[in-house]
């Protein structure tokens, strides 16, 4: 399966500024996901990153506020822009090749807010 | 409306079998996945279902039933490390990808 290297791993932020998590792949993959998991709940799909044009977002989510890149298929990046405590929580992204397949995990990014 | 279901938590005994339930509803199925995720970690694949039936992996064994939007993960000879949070996933074949939130298991010595 393909290794995915996330950064950062954790990160303490003040209120207001903004924080860009990196997702890099060492293959190429067709579908690359972000996802939020807040403590002791499941995953919560912030969007889906498309190569060479626009995230996908889910209800609840948007451009504003968690800005997506994916320039290339190994390669992504979320923001979570003008940080507030509710934002603290772990980031995560996966990529997969077809919906047949399973996602595959990154280490994650424990982001906390103060 | 799409929901996925299994128990908050459970606890079981070292060496002893224990099955975690898991029931959906989805527009739209095109497998069930089931991971595994410690604390503080990712989440780390362990099956995927996608017909009906018993799918077996060494200590872990999973079960689908499509007409009755039903799965389960069985774990035998429980160990130590396998207490950890176990989720449920469903796929579409539109990359809609849902999961449950998840059943914890603490296994006891």
């Known amino acids: 399966s393909a290794v995915i290297s996330q950064k950062p791993s954790r990160d303490i932020c003040q209120r207001g500024t903004s924080l860009t998590i990196q997702c890099q792949v060492d293959s190429q993959v067709t579908m690359m996901f972000w996802y939020r998991q807040q403590p002791g709940q499941s995953l919560t799909l912030i969007a889906t990153?498309?190569?060479?044009?626009?995230?996908?977002?889910e209800s609840g989510f948007v451009i504003d506020k968690f800005p997506i890149s994916r320039p290339n298929l190994t390669f992504s990046t979320l923001t979570v822009s003008n940080m507030s405590p509710e934002d603290s929580s772990i980031y995560l992204c996966?990529?997969?090749?077809?919906?047949?397949?399973?996602?595959?995990f990154g280490d994650g990014t424990r982001l906390s807010i103060l | 409306g799409q929901n996925i279901d299994q128990p908050t938590e459970m606890t079981a005994t070292e060496g002893a079998i224990v099955q975690i339930n898991c029931t959906y509803q989805?527009?739209?199925?095109?497998?069930l996945f089931w991971y595994q995720q410690h604390a503080g970690e990712a989440p780390t694949f362990l099956s995927y279902?996608?017909?009906?039936g018993l799918e077996e992996k060494g200590r872990f064994s999973s079960f689908l039933s499509r007409s009755k939007g039903y799965s389960y993960l069985l774990l035998k000879e429980l160990q130590m490390k396998d207490s950890a949070s176990y989720l449920c996933?469903?796929?579409?074949?539109?990359?809609?990808?849902?999961f449950g939130t998840g059943t914890r298991l603490k296994v006891l010595a």
């Open positions: 279902n996608v017909l009906d």
């Open positions: 990153a498309n190569q060479g044009s626009e995230a996908t977002y």
């Open positions: 996933g469903t796929t579409s074949g539109t990359y809609k990808y849902i």
């Open positions: 989805t527009s739209g199925f095109n497998g």
């Open positions: 996966s990529v997969t090749d077809n919906s047949n397949q399973p996602q595959h």
